[in-house]
């Protein structure tokens, strides 16, 4: 039976038009755009509420210490690279990583992928300048093409829809990948033994020797491997774009609540969490769970305004703080944001995003970044909530499944020459195969000392 929904709450979610939306493109046609988002209106959700509703739960078990989150992917998806292969690597590494950290940890981990939706990017300028000619930023694939000429630079509408169907593409091999076998335990635990025969990785040793007689034990006790084929795999993507995000807007009909159908979690940026701004307006009235990055800046009264905005009620599961402080503030700034918080008592996720807060400019002019500052952060992230008896809840990083080189260091010392090797994104830095596996040992050791 269905739920009719509240003529009020349904107005409500175009109150964000009426106030700052800040990052949007300066779309050149108007009429362009109301077709696209009518046509997103009509077309099916990507998620479902029920499935939002899932993962708030587990969100919530991650901030009680019941489990644990990681959130990876691309810092920004292009419809080019959208392929098969491209999607099986970035699945495959989130699962191998989620093994070490399950068995390694000895806790659930709740897997999702900053996939199927991670389009749009703020950017610090509206434009940019290359030999006196200056042209609108590139802003994603979503709104405009990385080529430098006025065609492709020019926000164009259509882009919306490729970018829903490019999505959706997405969603239905992630989801043939997690429900088909590709997931299977026994799959995934071959893979991560042939990381740990590389003798780069042999710190790691006693780790690996843990997790296979783990998996050695649960085969002789008669383990049903057939039930452990099938993963859950939630999609996130920061909600920027709020012409994309309010045409897939649905009400759900067992409760007659709006949920955001473009992705089952959504996060607020540093840029955008302007508490009178149209974004913490919007995800205000959506019922997924929600985050919000919080860099060095941020004060305990702007997180406890924050929570006011977006889960007064104190909702477990339904808020996550992303912090991303950078390895040389992370001791220092979030102490007192973390126990501001705690008082309230309101329950909240904590989040780690070690990669934002570490950017460099290579000796060779690549944007990059140290992994030896992204583990100082994370380790820095685990020593506050070790200290204040607070629960560090899991891990946001950029990552792909490709052996690229785009971050310094890591065993496999990747130098600053080395980073034009195959140095691919379009935007930020992400952890190559081989690194996030490393991350992975490395967040059980972190793991364990908490």
Not at 202 to 209: F, P, T
Not at 287 to 310: E, Y
Not at 388 to 411: K, M, R, W
Request: aromatic share 8%; glycine share 8%.
């Amino acid at each position: 039976m269905s739920v009719e929904p509240d003529p009020q709450v349904v107005a409500g979610l175009d109150a964000w038009e009426q106030l700052t939306a800040a990052q949007q493109p300066q779309w050149p046609d108007a009429e362009s755009l109301r077709a696209a988002r009518g046509r997103l209106a009509s077309l099916p959700p990507l998620v479902f509420a029920g499935e939002a509703d899932a993962l708030r739960a587990q969100l919530a078990a991650a901030g009680r210490g019941e489990a644990f989150l990681l959130q990876g992917g691309d810092c920004a998806e292009t419809f080019a690279e959208a392929t098969a292969d491209n999607i099986r690597n970035k699945v495959k590494t989130i699962l191998q990583m989620a093994v070490v950290l399950t068995y390694g940890a000895s806790l659930p981990v709740v897997k999702m992928g900053r996939m199927a939706g991670q389009y749009a990017k703020p950017r610090s300028s509206d434009s940019e300048t290359r030999d006196d000619v200056t042209l609108p930023a590139f802003r994603g694939d979503i709104i405009n093409d990385h080529a430098f000429t006025p065609e492709a630079r020019t926000p164009d509408p259509q882009r919306l829809l490729e970018a829903y169907h490019t999505s959706a593409s997405t969603l239905n091999l992630i989801r043939a990948f997690t429900t088909g076998g590709f997931a299977s335990l026994l799959r995934v635990h071959e893979w991560n033994r042939g990381f740990t025969t590389n003798p780069a990785y042999k710190r790691y040793d006693e780790i690996a020797a843990e997790i296979d007689r783990a998996i050695r034990f649960m085969a002789a006790c008669g383990a049903d491997f057939d039930a452990l084929r099938t993963v859950d795999f939630f999609a996130s993507h920061e909600g920027l774009l709020l012409d994309y995000e309010r045409p897939l807007t649905r009400i759900d009909s067992r409760t007659g609540l709006p949920y955001d159908c473009s992705a089952h979690f959504l996060w607020i940026g540093e840029r955008t969490r302007q508490l009178d701004g149209a974004h913490v307006d919007y995800f205000s009235r959506v019922h997924n769970p929600i985050g919000v990055k919080l860099g060095p800046t941020t004060s305990g009264d702007d997180a406890l305004a924050l929570i006011d905005r977006l889960n007064p009620t104190g909702e477990p599961g339904r808020l996550t703080f992303i912090t991303r402080m950078g390895a040389s503030q992370v001791r220092d700034r979030l102490p007192a944001l973390v126990e501001k918080v705690t008082a309230d008592g309101r329950p909240v996720t904590w989040v780690c995003d070690p990669m934002h807060g570490n950017g460099i400019t290579s000796a060779t002019g690549y944007k990059t970044r140290r992994f030896s500052d992204v583990m100082d952060e994370v380790a820095g992230f685990f020593e506050v909530h070790r200290a204040l008896g607070t629960v560090p809840g899991g891990l946001h990083i950029e990552l792909t499944g490709d052996d690229v080189t785009e971050v310094l260091g890591g065993s496999a010392e990747i130098d600053d020459e080395g980073l034009a090797r195959r140095y691919e994104t379009l935007v930020d830095p992400r952890l190559n195969h081989q690194q996030s596996l490393e991350m992975a040992f490395q967040v059980v050791e972190l793991l364990r000392a908490a």
